[in-house]
Structure formats: structure tokens, C-alpha cells
């Protein structure tokens, strides 16, 4: 069975200031991770993923996460946070093996507030 | 390319009708699941599809829940006999050969 754990449903950080949502995850088998972000009453759009490439991840909007396997993490940082950033953010876990998109376990989410 | 899209975006029903939401995938994706999220919580499997194939429906409750995706036309999650429990936003997501595209979501509420 897999699961992910989200730590702190909330975080505020100020506009310019480091972005760190924690994610830790437990599988028996190899995962593949993902984070998605998702606007007030809108779907799910997929920042990146972790498919046992490159441990260090690029995403979309200069969001970045670092597959850290002896810590069974997949913390996702961006250096300078943007108003636009608020939103919630999911951490989720794949038993995919072949790297295509398969049954999903979600965090329970972790909704990210920018201040001025 | 259009994206997954889901209708109803908002779906009320009285307790004990019934639901039906649809889920067109994204031109080319044969892959079909459908999640459910509850207020305040993140998104929870319920079951995956191939045309004409359920291949996986552990998360489907066991009664009152029922899915499909046909060889023509959108994948429909139906709800019979609704509750106040079901009031949820339902997404759908679909794919080919990479990761899942989620669409928008229907937002049922049972009053």
C-alpha cells in the first residue's frame, strides 16, 4: 500500500520569499511522484514529476523538488514566492511502473498563502 | 487539443435522486479515473477504466456507485439514491502514454 503525508495543511510565506511544502511518502515499490497544484474551483494542473530520473526535478512556474530516498521525501521549493502562487498543493504517489499515469494516492494537501 | 472535460460543472440534487456526471478524456487517452474530493480533503481513487473495461474500481463504494466508459461517447460516474455524504467535487482525469490530465471537476450538492 502507499501513502503520502503532507506536513502542514497550511503555510504563509511573503511574496519573495522561499517556498518549501513538505511531502513524504511511503511505497514498497520504486514511485513516481508527483505534485499538482489547483486554483479555487478548478482541476488539478501538474507542476512535475519524479519518474526515477534525475533526483532533482523542474517544474512549471520555477517550482522545483528533490527526490530524497533515504528520507522517503519529495519536498517541493520554489526560491521566490508570487502572489500568484496561492493555491493548494498536492503531493501524490504512483505504483506506475512504466512511468505512464496509473492509480494516484493524494496528500491531503497543504493550501499555500503569499502576503505582501 | 481540448483538455478533459467534464458536465455538469454544478450538479444539485435532492436526496434519493440520482447523479450522473460525465467525463470526456483528452483526444487519444483510452485511461479514465475518476476521484473524489471532500471538503477540505485531497483527492481519494474510486476507480479506473479502459473503453468498455473496468480495470480497477477498489475505490468505488459498494453500493449506490456505478461507472462506465463506452466504446462511444464520455465516461459516466452515476450516483444512485444520493446522499448528503456525496456532496463532493468529482474529477476525472484521463491519459494516453504520459502522466493524467485532470479535468475541472462537477461539484455535487445534495440537499
Known amino acids: 500500500a502507499q501513502s503520502v503525508t503532507q506536513l502542514g495543511s497550511h503555510v504563509s510565506v511573503s511574496e519573495g520569499a522561499l517556498v518549501l511544502l513538505r511531502c513524504n511518502y511511503s511505497s514498497s515499490v520504486p514511485p513516481y511522484l508527483f505534485w499538482y497544484v489547483q486554483y479555487p474551483n478548478q482541476g488539478l494542473q501538474l507542476l512535475l514529476k519524479y519518474t526515477s530520473a534525475a533526483t532533482l526535478v523542474k517544474g512549471i512556474n520555477g517550482f522545483e523538488a528533490e527526490f530524497k530516498k533515504s528520507e522517503t521525501s519529495f519536498h517541493l521549493t520554489k526560491p521566490s514566492a508570487h502572489m500568484s502562487d496561492a493555491a493548494e498543493y498536492f503531493c501524490a504517489v504512483s505504483d506506475s511502473n512504466t512511468g505512464t499515469a496509473s492509480k494516484l494516492t493524494f496528500g491531503t494537501g497543504t493550501r499555500l498563502q503569499v502576503t505582501l | 487539443n481540448a483538455g478533459v472535460m467534464q458536465n455538469p460543472r454544478h450538479l444539485v440534487r435532492r436526496r434519493g435522486q440520482e447523479a450522473r456526471l460525465r467525463c470526456s478524456p483528452m483526444?487519444?487517452?483510452?485511461?479514465v479515473y475518476w476521484y473524489r474530493q471532500l471538503p477540505e480533503e485531497g483527492l481519494k481513487f474510486m476507480v479506473y477504466l479502459q473503453k468498455e473495461n473496468i480495470i480497477d474500481e477498489s475505490g468505488m463504494p459498494k453500493e449506490r456507485f456505478s461507472a462506465e466508459f463506452p466504446k462511444e461517447g464520455p465516461s459516466i460516474l452515476r450516483i444512485q439514491q444520493v446522499v448528503r455524504g456525496d456532496s463532493a467535487a468529482y474529477f476525472c482525469?484521463?491519459?494516453?502514454?504520459?502522466?493524467?490530465?485532470f479535468g475541472q471537476g462537477t461539484r455535487l450538492t445534495v440537499v
Open positions: 483526444k487519444g487517452h483510452s485511461h
Open positions: 482525469a484521463s491519459s494516453g502514454n504520459t502522466e493524467a490530465f
